[in-house]
């Protein structure tokens, strides 16, 4: 029986302790609904993503599925789904969260045995029944025998390195941990248990040594020859159950041999999505710890679902935006040779030409079209269940980052002309089409800390906007104010359990 579950890349005792601790939480969850089930280590998941995620596989008996999906999210798990086919009917997913570690756990619950990536590169194994005779306790968790953990594992491995024959991944070779797995489970068995269970349901497969043939490709340096051999054999012998025919299976995989691994449709990305897709804004001046928040937020959620960053501080630029930008770079330089501070100066000054006033103001414009056209775009993603990341989001409390500013530069000493108006109009208009997210995270740092943090810059526009983020009084608004004077990593844990509540 095998006793170890965790994956091995767990690395030290510590997150050991920590999975334990989520699969339990979730194993209970399936004992206490009365649903019968197995698990064993992750094998070829399909997710990339960061190096450290946790990946768990449990299969699941058919005839209790109906209660099964309730029972989890009572339990505090969220549901997840995989590429754009959210009914398979063969897996669900779900995420779970351990709140002393910050970290997520994966849990992908089959109701067939299958291999590999579902819908894509699959075997699909009818053993069930076998699985479930053989299943034991090894005090905490159900677990599958010692035999068929090792056959699941080692076809899982030959076809997930064997089934890839784009440039781009051609020195792909086992790592160490997972030959190491192979080695410790291989000295584990009992040879002739595996035989057996082998013939129930592939005979063929037992007379030609199949297993033997993979265990010999895994632990040989892997070449374009002996992947094509190998995935000829799974083939043969395994891969007829999956749905794909075998002349678009062949022309996927050279396709990927021709391009270098684009995807066989362009646009359709295989990656798991939330349930109920979200937005997140974390607003915050320079020196508050912004980036680096958001880029520790991608790394731990992006290897679980598709997750996507909008900068709606800096949105994409239009071809009206980049021309009227490109001209007002020129007439800076303009402003430099002939000593002038038309296009240097502000919208307010009097001694800046009228054209060149609107022309400023047209900027602001389309500036704010710019960030209702980002805005849109990560809307619709968050509405198809991608995790959006926005990087500065537009607020009515902050007048000196993002939000309008037309109506409070321009101080015309009568009242601004019907061009003037309309230019600012429009300007309300697109912000006002940007509704708030489902989660605004607010980081507030000292501006003499801001200052300190980034001493290498221009205080002259840092102080005022740290100062203003300081100075507003969040209290009735949706944000989530977080004290970013914290170290990084208190201010990351507090981040990853604002998200998760959220989830």
């Known amino acids: 029986m095998q006793q170890a579950i965790i994956p091995e890349h767990s690395g030290n005792t510590d997150r ?29 998941y399909p997710f990339h993503g960061t190096k450290n995620t946790n990946f768990f596989d449990v299969l699941i008996k058919s005839a209790d599925r109906s209660d099964l999906h309730e029972c989890i999210l009572n339990a505090g798990f969220k549901e997840i789904h995989f590429g754009n086919n959210k009914t398979t009917g063969r897996t669900l997913n779900y995420l779970g969260f351990n709140s002393d570690n ?6 992908r619950l089959l109701f067939r045995l299958i291999v590999g990536v579902v819908a894509a590169k699959e075997i699909f194994i009818p053993i069930e029944n076998l699985v479930f005779e053989s299943t034991e306790s090894n005090g905490h968790v159900k677990t599958c025998s010692a035999e068929i953990e090792f056959i699941l594992f080692v076809f899982s491995q030959a076809l997930k390195y064997s089934s890839d024959l784009s440039v781009s991944r051609a020195k792909l070779q086992p790592s160490e941990q997972e030959l190491k797995r192979i080695e410790r489970l291989e000295a584990q068995v009992n040879t002739d248990v595996v035989d057996s269970i082998i013939r129930q349901f592939s005979p063929s497969a037992a007379n030609e040594e199949l ?3 993979c265990l010999a490709f895994l632990k040989s340096e892997v070449s374009a020859q002996s992947r094509i051999q190998t995935y000829a054999l799974l083939r043969k012998h395994l891969l007829h159950s999956n749905d794909h025919s075998s002349w678009l299976t062949h022309a996927r995989m050279l396709w990927q041999q021709v391009t270098g691994g684009l995807p066989w449709v362009p646009g359709k990305t295989k990656q798991h999505t939330l349930a109920r897709g979200m937005m997140v804004a974390i607003v915050g001046s320079d020196g508050a710890g912004k980036s680096t928040a958001i880029t520790n937020l991608y790394e731990w959620i992006s290897g679980y679902c598709r997750t996507v960053c909008v900068h709606l501080g800096k949105p994409p630029h239009s071809i009206a935006t980049f021309f009227v930008h490109t001209f007002i770079r020129a007439g800076r330089l303009f402003d430099r040779m002939f000593h002038k501070q038309w296009f240097t100066g502000r919208i307010a000054d009097t001694n800046v030409p009228l054209i060149v006033r609107y022309l400023l103001l047209v900027r602001l414009v389309l500036t704010a079209r710019d960030r209702q056209k980002a805005y849109l775009g990560a809307r619709k993603l968050a509405d198809s269940g991608v995790f959006v990341i926005c990087d500065r989001f537009p607020l009515s409390q902050l007048k000196l980052m993002d939000g309008p500013r037309a109506e409070q530069l321009i101080k015309f000493e009568k009242q601004p002309g019907k061009i003037a108006e309309i230019l600012i109009n429009m300007e309300k208009k697109y912000y006002t089409g940007i509704q708030l997210p489902e989660l605004l995270i607010v980081l507030r740092v000292d501006p003499e800390v801001a200052v300190q943090r980034r001493s290498d810059e221009n205080i002259v526009l840092i102080r005022p906007r740290a100062q203003e983020v300081w100075d507003t009084d969040w209290r009735g608004t949706s944000a989530h104010v977080v004290d970013a004077n914290q170290m990084i990593a208190e201010i990351n844990s507090q981040l990853k359990a604002l998200v998760w509540a959220a989830l």
């Open 16 to 44: 050991k302790q920590y999975s334990e601790q989520t699969l339990l939480q979730f194993t209970k969850a399936l004992d206490a609904a009365g649903i019968e089930y197995c698990c064993w280590s992750s094998m070829d």
């Open 102 to 107: 910050g970290e997520l756990f994966s849990f």
């Open 211 to 213: 297993l033997n043939h």
